[in-house]
């Protein structure tokens, strides 16, 4: 591997493109600690804890959010829109058609779409943000012109962060979006373990030395919890097609055997997303309602059933993980679209005939291969907050953190060993 690195640092195009990469974390660590003029960051860190979702997204900002950060919101803004126009392109006939057929432009014409839907979540999540630092008087002179002036810096910061992105994707090596995510979850990494070996020392001279075993035994576990998402995030199931024989004037064309592959896990991270944001932001209005005064019996209720460490939040969880996993397979997976092809081109798979019969088998193994991924996807979900209950270890790293640093460092690294067999180099893995 060691060999392939340095064959790496001598191709100079490769080399460009990774120093461009280090130069754009660089750009983007400096803007986690950018901090908006204006804001009393004692009063705004203390009401982090009372919503729930602005803790989400913090997870993904790289503590751009506990320093009210010109980026504080991230590329939370982008993941939102792009989400709603896959289902858009799917609700929509005309966009759905733009997608398939309009080739190059139509792609262009959906990005355009994509990103003026991330500029009006953007300005909806700021204006969020800074209404509640406004109510909770953590803006220290609060005018109408401040209030639009810190709205407006929030927006540019997420727009800054998608341009980022996208000059990452194009000068340097994988997804620029992807890798943002990313760089902003490793940032919490120094602070989350400094955080897990303190308490664990204070609780080793408490309670003996069975703590550091749990604490061990924890990161055991999460290993093992990172290969069994490796292993189902390359794990396919290959459907075998053969293609008829035709005769095309001399030549005898196709013949050959081939396989579809369907993902295990075709969802991913997204399903777990979209159950985090449909709990998560019930929570932030529950925190907030049970901090009044007045307050019903079925408020206070809610706030203590509704709340990551009871079993009734992680029952719906894992239940919303499992019917969102279902909802984008289909979407990615579009049963009829690959029957067609089959059909159009001379295709079918061995003992079962063209047409309805082709799509109900298709249909039944994506039905089994999605119930598999669900199930495995439901139970990381709740997982690393029983393992913080049993183990007593408090080291925040939820299924979604895994699940885009396991994704991001796969997606890379094919496309490293892309770079390098296009020269006729060795991979990094081989």
Known sequence: MIEQLADTVRISELKNRVLYLLFA????????????????????????????????IGLLTGGALNHFAVVAMGITPYINASIMMQLLTVIIPQWEDLQKEGGEMGRKQIALYTRLLTIILSIFEASMMTYTAWKYRAISHPTILSFAAIVLVLTAGS???????????????????????????????????????????????????????RLVLFIVVTIVLIALIVAF?????????????????????????????????????????????????????????????????????LHNHINPQSWTF??????????????????????????????????????????????????????????????????????????????????????TSLLIIVGVVLDTIQQFEARLLMRHYKGILK
């Open 233 to 301: 995030t390359l794990g396919i199931r290959k459907v075998p097609v053969q293609y008829a024989k035709r005769v095309v004037g001399r030549r005898v064309m196709g013949g050959q055997s081939t396989y579809i592959p369907v993902k295990v896990d075709n969802g991913g991270v997204i399903a777990i997303i979209f159950a985090i944001s449909v709990l998560f932001f019930p929570m932030t209005v529950i925190n907030f309602l049970s901090k009044s005064e007045k307050q019903t019996g079925f408020v206070v209720w």
């Open 314 to 399: 992680n029952l719906l969880y894992a239940v919303l993980v499992i019917g969102f996993t279902y909802f984008y397979a289909y979407i990615s997976f579009n049963v009829n679209d690959v029957t067609d092809n089959l059909k159009k081109y001379g295709g079918f798979i061995p003992g079962i005939r063209p047409g309805k019969p082709t799509s109900e088998a298709l249909t039944r193994i994506l039905n089994r291969v999605t119930f598999i991924a669900a199930i495995f996807l439901a139970l990381i979900a709740v997982a690393p907050g029983w393992f913080t209950y049993l183990f007593h270890v408090y080291f925040y790293l939820g299924s």
């Open 159 to 213: 727009a800054f962060l998608l341009w980022l992105g996208e000059m990452m994707t194009d000068k340097g090596i994988g997804n620029g979006v992807s890798l943002l995510i990313f760089a902003g979850i490793i940032l919490q990494f120094p602070y989350y373990v400094s955080t897990t070996w303190g308490i664990t020392m204070k609780l080793f001279h408490s309670e003996g030395a069975h703590v550091l075993l």
């Open 25 to 56: 974390f660089f750009i983007f660590v400096f803007a986690t600690r950018l901090s908006v003029p204006g804001i009393n960051l004692k009063i705004w860190q203390n009401l982090l804890s009372q919503g729930a979702i602005f803790s989400f």
